[in-house]
C-alpha cells in the first residue's frame, strides 16, 4: 500500500490549494480516508475524513473552507482549501483505515500513511 501526496506549497492568506493523494494497492471498499496536519511544535491532529460512500467530516477550524472528495476511478483523495489562514501552515497527510476510522479524529486508527506535504500560509 503506498499514498503519494502532493500539491502543497505557500499560499497567501484567503487564497486557495489543492492536495491530492494517490493510493495504490488498496481498493476503496468498507475504507477511510482521511486528512492530518501537523505543525511545528504541535500534535497532529484531524482535518477531514471521508468514507467509502462519501460521508464527510470536517474539524470545526476547517469547516466551510476546506472540501474534502474522492475520485474511486483513480484511487485518489483530494482537499481543496480555500480561504486559508496562517494557522492551517502545516504538514498535510493523508491516511488510510477501515471504515470505523472516521468514526474518531484518533490518527492511530489509521494504518497507512503518507509521507506528508507542506503547505504554508503567509
Known amino acids: 500500500v503506498q499514498l503519494v501526496e502532493s500539491g502543497g506549497g505557500s499560499a497567501q492568506v484567503g487564497g486557495s490549494l489543492r492536495l491530492s493523494c494517490q493510493i495504490s494497492g488498496y481498493t476503496n471498499s468498507g475504507i477511510c480516508m482521511g486528512w492530518f496536519r501537523q505543525a511545528l511544535g504541535k500534535e497532529r491532529e484531524g482535518v477531514a475524513t471521508?468514507?467509502?460512500?462519501?460521508?464527510?467530516s470536517y474539524a470545526d477550524s476547517v469547516k466551510g473552507r476546506f472540501t474534502i472528495s474522492q475520485d474511486n476511478a483513480k484511487n485518489a483523495v483530494y482537499l481543496q482549501m480555500s480561504s486559508l489562514k496562517p494557522e492551517d501552515t502545516a504538514m498535510y497527510y493523508c491516511a488510510i483505515g477501515w471504515r470505523w476510522a472516521c468514526d474518531s479524529w484518533s490518527a492511530s486508527r489509521y494504518s497507512y500513511w503518507g509521507q506528508g506535504t507542506q503547505v504554508t500560509v503567509s
Open positions: 471521508i468514507d467509502s460512500d462519501g460521508s464527510t
